[in-house]
């Protein structure tokens, strides 16, 4: 039996223990993007559930649309019609803002390409239409776009027409020591109630993976849904974005999940050695390891053979997978984790030492939003934050003192 088997049947034996609800989540993700039969999810169905709880967790792994779309074809004898009408609500209420976001993705676009500025939209309805055939099934906060950096002051002044403003009031010293350490800013309309994030690459300067819009534009191609053309993702690029996306969130929430097995299933031509080439180059390859170990559990997601040599080399990569699985899926609420537990994850992530030294460089020198609430100073004494801080982690993660 190869390492990577060894991985998936310890972690196939723990899915075995999780309590009712919690299975019974997995197999509506599972039954949504067709790695189990309709059968076999209505065996989870007919345990004694608590449904309150099921919902809850639903919610969390951003999979309401999914459950809702399996439990309202099922009869009183599997779900109670109570249940199903306490939700119905809350379903109209996003297929209404699903909808909206649509008109107002391809308002946008049209804005900014009248102003010449080169932009890629980036998750959301495009992505739901594009892989589930259906924009409705996935839950939406915002709309992302990936853009130059250079265009963010023109795209402030438009989004300002439109009644969007930054989410966050910073000086003109803030805003440049932001822009240089993080990688989206975000603009909000109280009016529209809609957040908008602007990406200019897809991780912050900390984690050294430079991956941004010159590397991603020229790939890049058209799509076209609800009869207007879209830029769009190279499907190498977007597994590859996805697996980022699913690390920043540290591989907490199913639907990260779905949307990676998904997209594996939309591109059956899905060039791996790619995959794995640009990994390596950008040094997130444990990276795509973990979260590809964690789809062949979840999902039975075939590894593909350009990457299990891979992973069978990195015991790294295996027993944070199926760490990262536990905690995905043991708890009936999962609790992010703090800053010196979710730096700890981060180096285990990484296999090259310069990478460490820069992420843990780059964290203790990095101003932040925090720091700037934590001691308000004027422009003139920004430098100053260089000193604040050290002390301030220190205060709050050594000494555990609370600001």
């Not at 909808?99 to 900014?112: H, M, T």
């Not at 930054?166 to 009016?191: C, G, T």
């Not at 780059?362 to 003139?380: E, G, Q």
């Amino acid at each position: 039996m190869t390492p990577t088997a060894k991985t998936a049947k310890s972690s196939i034996s723990f899915l075995n223990t999780l309590p009712p609800e919690n299975r019974l989540i997995l197999a509506s993700a599972q039954y949504a993007v067709s790695s189990i039969k309709k059968e076999d999810f209505l065996q989870y169905c007919r345990q004694d559930l608590d449904w309150r709880m099921v919902f809850e967790l639903a919610k969390f792994h951003r999979i309401t649309p999914f459950l809702f779309n399996h439990l309202r074809k099922l009869d009183s004898s599997y779900v109670p019609a109570e249940i199903i009408d306490k939700v119905r609500p809350q379903i109209l209420s996003h297929t209404r803002r699903i909808i909206w976001q649509i008109d107002e993705l391809e308002r946008i676009l049209k804005l900014f390409a009248q102003e010449g500025i080169n932009v890629i939209p980036y998750k959301g309805p495009l992505l739901g239409e594009e892989i589930y055939k259906n924009a409705l099934l996935r839950v939406c906060n915002d709309l992302d776009f990936i853009i130059d950096q250079k265009d963010l002051s023109k795209i402030k002044i438009l989004l300002s027409q439109e009644e969007y403003e930054p989410a966050m009031d910073l000086n003109l010293v803030q805003e440049r020591a932001y822009a240089k350490s993080e990688n989206v800013f975000v603009f909000y309309s109280e009016k529209k109630q809609q957040v908008l994030e602007f990406q200019w690459r897809l991780m912050p300067r900390l984690h050294n993976i430079k991956l941004d819009i010159q590397m991603l534009k020229p790939r890049s191609r058209q799509i076209t849904h609800w009869d207007t053309q879209f830029p769009f993702l190279s499907p190498e690029d977007l597994f590859s974005s996805l697996c980022l996306h699913a690390y920043k969130h540290e591989w907490l929430e199913l639907r990260l999940f779905m949307d990676l097995a998904q997209t594996i299933s939309t591109y059956p031509g899905l060039n791996w050695s790619k995959v794995e080439e640009q990994s390596i180059k950008l040094g997130y390859q444990r990276v795509l390891c973990i979260s590809l170990v964690m789809l062949n559990v979840l999902f039975n997601a075939v590894i593909p053979e350009e990457i299990i040599h891979l992973i069978d080399s990195d015991i790294s990569a295996r027993k944070i997978a199926e760490e990262r699985l536990r905690k995905l899926l043991q708890k009936n609420e999962v609790v992010g984790d703090d800053l010196i537990q979710s730096t700890r994850l981060v180096l285990r992530t990484k296999e090259r030492v310069f990478d460490k030294l820069h992420y843990l460089f780059y964290l203790l020198i990095t101003t932040t939003i925090y720091d700037w609430y934590y001691k308000p100073l004027s422009p003139t004494f920004f430098f100053l934050y260089y000193v604040i801080r050290p002390w301030r982690l220190l205060q709050k993660y050594l000494w555990k003192k609370k600001i």
